[in-house]
């Protein structure tokens, strides 16, 4: 079964180092969805460990089977446009509408 259209749970403002956490759900998908997340239309990385986030200068860890981007410490590096595609391999993948996060 195809995806259907994820919805998107992203904070409108943050403030500056707390820990924030964006979420990606759809629950039509058979197998269940992979998610991908985007900011400013660009692919968001998966970053495991925290040694090459550190190195690579990434504040975030993101869980493709979960649909979680979580945030450790936001900075204002962060705000953005953020949206997330869910996709299991059938039909087309599903965005959910684009949010905009203001740190």
Not at 10 to 17: E, K
Not at 23 to 36: N, R
Request: proline share 6%; net charge neutral; hydrophobic share 30%.
């Amino acid at each position: 079964v195809a995806p259907t259209t994820p919805v998107c749970e992203v904070p409108s403002s943050a403030m500056t180092g707390t820990v924030v956490e964006l979420s990606c759900k759809e629950s039509e998908g058979s197998p269940p969805s992979e998610y991908q997340w985007y900011k400013n239309g660009v692919a968001l990385l998966e970053k495991t460990g925290m040694g090459s986030a550190r190195a690579a200068n990434v504040t975030y860890s993101m869980n493709k089977k979960s649909g979680t981007l979580l945030f450790n410490t936001v900075t204002k590096n962060d705000t953005g446009e953020y949206f997330c595609e869910a996709s299991n391999g059938i039909g087309l993948p599903q965005k959910c509408s684009v949010k905009r996060m203001q740190v």
